[in-house]
């Protein structure tokens, strides 16, 4: 498939949750330029995938995203398999994969699982879309004020990561925040700098920001050193934010997105929406 008619894809399942991540993906699709697939995913051992009761809920799910973004390109699909291997598969034909993340009682819907085990092993972004029953009401407005938060430390997973929210930024006309955690640690997003102050550190932050700075000159962009725990200092960056975006691996290596580092714990504990840049 060309690469510019690649799609957004969403995942949906029968909850709340679900709907508001069609409408996250819905915009998504608008501002790329791109067209929408709603994916079901029927499990293994399921009726058909041409199931009355799937075909209903992926063609609602459209009918929402065609109300919510009119003149959107909306296909909808039912695959038959397991989630997590279907949404995968999918992302391979891909240009953003959105699927919906914890409720708002904390516990993980149908997808929130599923929005782990694609962050990690994905063929393109993914958008994880927490608590987005809050944007299924006939009133709600998605987030178009704040900041977009990127943490980094200079890798080239993290390199990812900062292009991906410049390219957020444009298409959201919303300033960047670069962030990078200074206290000595192997996560993902730190750079152990002992004898050194926060000032050194911002220096060498700014300088391998200026040429996404050169890029992206329309972008307001924010550089900051912050002394702490990278785990709770992104996490702290993120409540504010609009989207928190991080690299599927960093200096923590392929642990960043399993139980302990960096990225998974944003993933798992941000209220803000998480975009996970995932390796080209």
Same mark, same amino acid.
């Given at each position: 498939? &060309?690469?510019?008619?690649?799609?957004?894809?969403? /995942?949906? =399942?029968?909850?709340?949750?679900?709907f508001? @991540?069609?409408?996250?993906?819905?915009?998504?699709?608008?501002?790329? /330029?791109?067209?929408?697939?709603?994916?079901?995913?029927?499990?293994? =051992?399921?009726?058909?995938?041409? &199931?009355?009761?799937?075909?209903?809920? !992926?063609?609602?799910?459209?009918?929402?995203?065609?109300?919510?973004?009119?003149?959107?390109q909306?296909?909808? !699909?039912?695959?038959?398999?397991?989630?997590?291997?279907v949404?995968?598969?999918?992302?391979?034909?891909?240009?953003?994969?959105?699927? *919906?993340?914890?409720?708002?009682?904390?516990?993980?819907?149908?997808?929130?699982?599923?929005?782990?085990?694609? @962050?990690?092993?994905?063929a393109?972004?993914?958008?994880?879309?927490?608590?987005?029953?809050?944007?299924t009401?006939?009133?709600?407005?998605?987030?178009?004020?704040?900041?977009?938060?990127?943490?980094?430390?200079?890798?080239?997973?993290?390199?990812?990561?900062?292009?991906?929210?410049?390219?957020?930024?444009?298409?959201?006309?919303?300033?960047?925040?670069?962030?990078?955690?200074?206290?000595p640690s192997?996560?993902?997003?730190?750079?152990?700098a002992? /004898?050194?102050?926060? *000032?050194?550190?911002?220096d060498?932050?700014?300088?391998?920001?200026?040429?996404?700075?050169?890029?992206?000159?329309?972008?307001e962009?924010?550089a900051?050193?912050? &002394?702490g =725990?990278?785990?709770?200092v992104?996490?702290?960056?993120?409540?504010?934010?609009?989207?928190?975006?991080? *690299?599927?691996?960093?200096?923590g290596?392929?642990? &960043?997105?399993?139980? /302990?580092?960096?990225?998974?714990?944003?993933?798992?504990?941000? =209220?803000?929406?998480?975009?996970?840049?995932?390796?080209?």
């Open positions: 498939m &060309d690469s510019n008619q690649r799609p957004v894809v969403v /995942g949906v =399942d029968d909850s709340l949750a679900a508001g @991540a069609v409408r996250w993906a819905a915009d998504e699709a608008i501002r790329l /330029g791109r067209p929408l697939q709603v994916i079901h995913a029927v499990g293994a =051992d399921a009726a058909e995938p041409g &199931d009355l009761h799937a075909q209903r809920l !992926a063609l609602d799910a459209t009918v929402e995203a065609r109300l919510w973004q009119p003149g959107l909306v296909a909808a !699909a039912t695959r038959r398999g397991e989630a997590a291997q949404l995968a598969e999918q992302s391979r034909h891909a240009a953003l994969l959105v699927v *919906g993340g914890r409720t708002a009682t904390r516990l993980p819907a149908l997808l929130g699982s599923v929005g782990t085990h694609l @962050a990690a092993h994905a393109c972004p993914v958008l994880v879309i927490h608590h987005a029953e809050r944007w009401g006939p009133e709600s407005v998605l987030p178009s004020h704040g900041r977009i938060v990127v943490g980094t430390d200079g890798s080239v997973p993290a390199e990812h990561a900062v292009q991906l929210a410049f390219q957020e930024a444009v298409a959201r006309h919303l300033p960047v925040r670069a962030v990078r955690a200074w206290h192997q996560h993902w997003f730190a750079r152990p002992p /004898g050194r102050g926060a *000032g050194a550190v911002l060498e932050l700014s300088a391998g920001l200026n040429p996404w700075r050169g890029k992206f000159p329309e972008v962009m924010e900051r050193a912050v &002394d =725990d990278p785990d709770e992104l996490l702290a960056e993120a409540r504010d934010a609009v989207l928190v975006v991080v *690299g599927a691996r960093g200096r290596g392929a642990r &960043d997105l399993h139980h /302990g580092g960096t990225a998974w714990h944003v993933l798992h504990n941000a =209220d803000s929406p998480v975009l996970v840049a995932r390796p080209d």
